[in-house]
């Protein structure tokens, strides 16, 4: 059984900074991707980044491209998201999971964690 779970969310200030951590478990994750995901009230769940875990390449949603970066550490089993120059459009609960391929459809993704709030305010 995979477990992912998010930490790092929280409240921040227009400009500000905040690193979101994934902490995979239950397989090997040489094969797959993660991908991070927010949704706001209301709205879809929608894709933000993924990351490859064996090639380490990455895809972005072009909101977030020069603001976000998301890595691995692979001794850890554990994917980041360093959101800078936030915003308060992006506001939202984050989740992480992982999937086949860098997809940016939710539905593409087979595991989920259980969110983590992100709070920008203006």
């Known amino acids: 059984q995979v477990q992912l779970v998010e930490s790092g969310g929280g409240l921040v200030q227009a400009g500000g900074s905040l690193r979101l951590s994934c902490a995979a478990s239950?397989?090997?994750?040489?094969?797959?991707?993660v991908g991070w995901f927010r949704q706001a009230p209301g709205m879809e769940r929608k894709f933000v980044a993924a990351?490859?875990?064996?090639?380490?390449?990455?895809y972005y949603t072009d909101s977030v491209k020069g603001r976000f970066t998301i890595s691995r550490d692979n001794a850890k089993n554990t994917v980041f998201l360093q959101m800078s120059s936030l915003k308060p459009e992006d506001t939202a609960v984050y989740y992480c999971?992982?999937?086949?391929?860098?997809?940016?459809?939710?539905?593409?993704?087979?595991?989920w964690g259980q969110g983590t709030q992100v709070t920008v305010s203006s």
């Open positions: 999971a992982v999937g086949a391929g860098l997809y940016t459809e939710y539905k593409q993704y087979d595991y």
């Open positions: 239950g397989r090997t994750f040489s094969s797959y991707a």
């Open positions: 990351i490859r875990w064996n090639y380490g390449s990455t």
